[in-house]
């Protein structure tokens, strides 16, 4: 046999005798593969995004097919802001820093549809028993020493907000009194003023703050004159029952170039606007699923109590299972208790009652139980 051949007919053999090539692995049913890009102002952050995106991507016919339910809005954003949770694994591909200090990451992450749909109709579920939160937002902005009638800042976060599907307090029903008010307890940081009037108007959460535009001063390019300004902001979120702050978000310095002066400071207010209302909105959203769950603070209020009693209860409460932390203040026979749970409010007073003799709960909301100690 000519060598030629010889060498053919041993490829043959040697091909036939090795091991067949294992069969591509695919993931088990309800199980989906999605490679995405992510970017943040950190790794950690553009991993989030990233996460996001392969969730919204992976369970997008779910996603699509629950569109013209109602709430969908606030359901879908609340789900996707868990994302990290339908995520049976991931991995980081690549990674880079742009020229303007962005992160941005490739992910390839393996989604669980079946933890989706189970959140998504759990969250559905919790919505329809207590409803969607309503929102007061209250800014005081100013260019330069001028207040501005209509926040740049405000009307940003109120945008993000209505797109997630949460109620706003309209601005134009709040009285001009209580306008002056809250420009006032806003201007001297004294947020319990600012809850008195969140609560007057039926809100579960209000959200305050500054915002300000100031003059960076003129340069002449190419003939023409150019006005600089630069914004920074400052804004916090608490809620409306409890006082409790969700989220402080301090804007960075974003500047704005215009020939017309006003123009160049709204430039920088609303670049400003941007990066503080998508983060008060990513706050909120979390706060938000915690609240849905039960997680989170609850306040206990106990009126008639003596100081003995008030020792005893925080001892008694510490010792509640799902009761993580007890933080507490006495005055005026009034016990005043902050309490991080893994429970509702209604779960932990059940608890609360049979673990304390002598405790008649009077109301319970949401997140704060009102109790008097028997006679």
């Known amino acids: 046999m000519p060598s030629r051949l010889m060498t053919l ?76 949770g339908f995520v049976t694994a991931y991995k980081v591909l690549t990674k880079a820093q742009t020229a303007d200090g962005v992160w941005e990451v490739r992910v390839k992450a ?8 189970t959140f998504w109709g759990e969250v559905k579920a919790l919505l329809d028993q207590v409803g969607r939160p309503k929102i007061m937002v209250f800014i005081n902005e100013k260019i330069g020493a001028a207040t501005v009638p209509d926040s740049t800042v405000q009307a940003r976060i109120e945008r993000q907000l209505l797109q997630s599907g949460f109620l706003l307090v309209n601005k134009r029903q709040i009285k001009a009194i209580d306008q002056k008010d809250l420009a006032a307890a806003v201007a001297e940081d004294k947020p319990a003023k600012i809850q008195a009037i969140a609560k007057r108007y039926g809100a579960q959460i209000y959200i305050s703050g500054t915002a300000n535009a100031t003059s960076g001063g003129q340069n002449v390019i190419g003939g023409v004159r150019f006005h600089a300004y630069e914004a920074e902001a400052n804004v916090k979120c608490y809620r409306s029952d409890t006082a409790q702050l969700l989220s402080s978000v301090p804007g960075r310095p974003v500047r704005g170039v215009d020939r017309v002066w006003r123009s160049a400071a709204k430039k920088a207010l609303d670049g400003e606007a941007r990066v503080v209302a998508a983060q008060v909105r990513l706050d909120i959203l979390r706060f938000w699923v915690d609240a849905l769950g039960g997680h989170g603070e609850v306040q206990l209020h106990v009126e008639g109590c003596t100081f003995k009693q008030y020792v005893d209860l925080k001892k008694a409460l510490k010792q509640i299972k799902g009761v993580e932390d007890v933080t507490a203040k006495y005055h005026n026979k009034i016990a005043e208790c902050s309490i991080r749970s893994s429970l509702n409010a209604e779960t932990l007073g059940e608890k609360i009652v049979e673990a304390i003799k002598g405790l008649e709960i009077t109301d319970v909301s949401q997140n704060v139980i009102k109790a008097k100690r028997s006679k």
């Open 9 to 84: 007919a041993a490829c043959l053999a040697l091909l036939a005798c090795a091991p067949s090539a294992p069969a591509q692995q695919t993931q088990p049913a309800g199980l989906k593969d999605i490679t995405v890009t992510g970017a943040g102002s950190t790794v950690d952050d553009a991993v989030r995004d990233a996460l996001r995106k392969a969730v919204e991507q992976g369970a997008g016919v779910f996603i699509h097919s629950q569109s013209k339910m109602k709430d969908f809005a606030i359901i879908k954003d609340t789900t996707l802001t868990r994302a990290q």
């Open 110 to 117: 393996t989604v669980s549809l079946l933890r989706v749909q």
